[in-house]
C-alpha cells in the first residue's frame, strides 16, 4: 500500500529503507535538540563571562 501510494520502488528504494532513513532522521535531531542546548548554556559571552 505505502509502496503503491508514494511509489518508493520506481524511484530505486524500499519501505524498508525509507523507515530507516526516518529512524535515523529522528534520532539525528533528537540529538541535536538536547545537545544545542548544552554547548550554548558553556558559551561565554562579549566579556568572558559564562
Known sequence: MLDTFFKISERGS?????IRGGVVTFFT?????????????LAKDADGKY
Open 14 to 18: 524500499s519501505v524498508g529503507q525509507e
Open 29 to 41: 535531531m533528537a540529538y541535536i535538540v538536547a545537545l544545542n542546548p548544552l554547548i550554548i548554556g
